[in-house]
């Protein structure tokens, strides 16, 4: 299957900083969603760090992106482990000042990363939590996170699995079957 | 496939994502019906699956995309392999040849003169300038700058702001075109020296090493 993202990989390769900008563009939100629900807590800076972080990375390392791999599980990945490390530093007091000062989009976020769903999510074990964000929240396929996380499909499904089914306990909601 | 009496969790998965043939499906399906413990592991991932799907996509702020956008370094130039198509090879060895020719005609003949190498002469001068061309290509020598090895980082506020900063703590630091450049310090210190509320933003600064 063609990465649809390919022709502007392979500009962005030579150093068309154009062509990474609309790459930028494309994924920001989706990067932006995946650090915030994996870093969790109610660091929208944290979220933002490592988003920014995660492309720095992935505009340096760009010239060894292997062609034929996929763009958007490669940048995953590299957005996965800035998280990691986002998370692992622990979580930075916001001044109020950039509360007061911040855009809609951040109040959004800081709104929902508040809410039930991410305190159920930040009570799942980290490998949990990745893969029903990827799955469920982002649209990833089995295959692409078994890539990207290094792991069997069939873990990736057993943790889809068990990740759900915490993630209700925790909020003490299920639906009844069919 | 079923452990026990119960059926794996990827089964169960497969089942909940509409995944399954239809004899397997229904072999689930009754089992569900008999089984409380499963039946609820089942609604329990339902309610799961629903509850994330339902979730709202966040957004980047424009802010922060540009503080991306502003602090994407540069890249140092590829390092490119030597090779040398069949066309090139020709158009540097055939004078290479030439010169040789001559050379070997000259010492045959005696004939040290430059008049009558002048033609060979400009070939060799002109091979020579490709041949230096060429390894300086595939040495990979460029003009492109690069701040690869350096250590970067973002700062809140201008240039200016952020260099009073630095030297009110006692750090070399000056405005370069559009970022900060500072001597002498590691980032930890710069780090150290910004604070928290510091620490993002759109002003790069480079430490230079």
């Known amino acids: ?178 | 496939m079923v452990t026990g009496t119960h059926p794996e969790d990827i089964d169960l998965l497969d089942y909940v994502e509409g995944d399954l043939p239809a004899a397997r499906r229904a072999e689930l399906h009754a089992h569900l019906d008999s089984c409380a413990k499963c039946a609820e592991h089942v609604a329990r991932v339902r309610a799961g699956r629903d509850v994330l799907r339902e979730s709202q996509a966040l957004e980047l702020s424009p802010r922060r995309r540009e503080a991306i956008l502003a602090s994407l370094p540069g890249r140092p130039a590829r390092r490119r392999r030597f090779s040398v198509s069949p066309k090139r090879a020709l158009a540097v060895l055939v004078p290479v040849a030439a010169v040789g020719a001559v050379v070997a005609a000259i010492v045959t003949t005696g004939d040290f003169s430059t008049t009558g190498s002048g033609g060979g002469g400009q070939a060799a001068a002109t091979a020579g300038g490709e041949a230096a061309k060429t390894t300086r290509e595939a040495a990979g020598g460029g003009t492109t700058p690069t701040t690869f090895g350096q250590d970067m980082l973002l700062a809140k506020g201008s240039p200016e702001d952020v260099v009073a900063r630095l030297r009110r703590k006692g750090i070399d630091a000056r405005v370069v075109g559009d970022h900060v450049e500072v001597h002498g310090a590691t980032r930890a210190e710069v780090d150290r020296a910004l604070g928290r509320s510091g620490r993002t933003g759109a002003v790069r600064i480079v430490i230079v090493k």
Not at chain 1, 92 to 110: C, K, Y
Request: glycine letters at 6%; aromatic letters at 8%.
């Open chain 1, 1 to 178: 299957v063609q990465d649809p993202d390919g022709p502007l990989v392979q500009r962005a390769q030579k150093g068309d900083r154009w062509a990474f900008e609309q790459l930028v563009a494309r994924y920001q939100d989706r990067m932006f969603t995946l650090a915030a629900r994996v870093i969790g807590r109610d660091s929208v800076a944290d979220a933002g760090d490592a988003v920014q972080e995660a492309f720095i990375r992935a505009w340096l390392a760009l010239p060894n992106f292997r062609r034929g791999a996929r763009f958007s599980t490669w940048l995953y990945r590299i957005c996965v482990n800035a998280a990691h490390d986002q998370r692992a530093k622990g979580q930075r007091v916001e001044p109020s000042d950039e509360i007061e000062l911040a855009d809609p989009q951040d109040a959004f976020a800081r709104h929902e990363l508040a809410g039930e769903l991410q305190q159920a999510l930040d009570g799942l074990e980290e490998e949990y939590r990745v893969a029903v964000v990827l799955y469920d929240v982002l649209g990833c396929s089995y295959a692409e996170i078994a890539e990207l996380t290094e792991v069997a499909e069939g873990t990736v499904k057993s943790r889809i699995f068990r990740g759900r089914s915490r993630l209700a306990e925790i909020l003490g909601t299920s639906r009844e079957p069919d």
